[in-house]
């Protein structure tokens, strides 16, 4: 009497399905597991055992394809997306198991090396996507030689837009964005350049647009507290850090703000 089979492992669920329909039509077929690779041009019987018994990978298309044919039964249109749905399960799966606990800490950075650290918590705890993914995020604005070298903290940008495109290319959100502008401009200074009439003029992504947004709301309360100094709110008045950088970099904001 033939040893009856494991459970299939549900893992990564699809994977799981994906193998139960395998099986299913190994038993529909009526044949061994040795039967069915003396029908295939390539997969082993261990092969084929593994691809019926799920778990956290998929088997590979071509060994699905040579199952399903030598079974001479089921659909393999059907295999076929089942096995597109498992892959794509398990990748996920497996990114998510790559995701750092660590949370990333831009407030807390003053020099560029403590910067370019933040960044790279910011990658980790996106569970490290490839970059074909962050391209695919953040669009032409992130070079893949750029997200190359700041995730193996090799660089840090001195371009405010490969900065945002990054944190873009890492998912974050529109709530999250302002401890990391804070951090760039604290890091960077001012009178570098990196907040010039340019970089508003020509905003056309995402978050170089949310970045403006936050500057010129900041220029506004900056200059709101020059021009009504005795009238000073709390909900006017900016951190004295930013009256400093703006006043040293010479802006009055009412170029700016508009």
Not at 47 to 52: D, G, H, S, V, Y
Not at 56 to 85: N, Q, S, T
Not at 165 to 188: I, S, Y
Request: aromatic share 8%; with cysteine.
């Amino acid at each position: 009497m033939a040893r009856p089979e494991n459970p299939i492992d549900y893992t990564v669920p699809e994977v799981g399905l994906l193998s139960e329909y395998l099986r299913g039509v190994r038993n529909e077929s009526g044949m061994t597991f040795r039967e069915l690779e003396r029908l295939t041009p390539t997969s082993s019987e261990s092969t084929l055992k593994r691809a019926a018994k799920g778990g956290r990978r998929p088997p590979k298309l071509d060994v699905v394809i040579e199952f399903v044919l030598a079974a001479g039964v089921g659909d393999l249109d059907y295999a076929l997306e089942l096995h597109d749905k498992a892959d794509k399960a398990a990748s996920r799966a497996s990114r998510e198991a790559r995701r750092s606990t660590v949370v990333p800490k831009p407030d807390l950075a003053c020099t560029r090396a403590e910067l370019g650290q933040a960044m790279r918590d910011a990658y980790n705890a996106a569970a490290r996507p490839t970059l074909d993914e962050m391209v695919d995020r953040a669009g032409l604005a992130l070079p893949r030689s750029t997200a190359h070298l700041i995730r193996t903290a090799r660089s840090v940008p001195n371009d405010v837009r490969r900065y945002l495109a990054f944190l873009q290319g890492c998912g974050l959100q529109e709530a999250d964005l302002a401890p990391w502008f804070e951090a760039w401009a604290r890091v960077q200074g001012l009178k570098a350049g990196v907040f010039d009439q340019a970089v508003v003029k020509r905003a056309n992504t995402k978050f170089e647009l949310f970045f403006v947004r936050w500057f010129r709301s900041l220029i506004d309360a900056y200059t709101r507290s020059l021009m009504e100094p005795r009238r000073r709110t709390d909900r006017l008045e900016p951190p004295k850090v930013w009256v400093e950088l703006l006043g040293d970099a010479g802006f009055d904001g009412l170029d700016v703000a508009a």
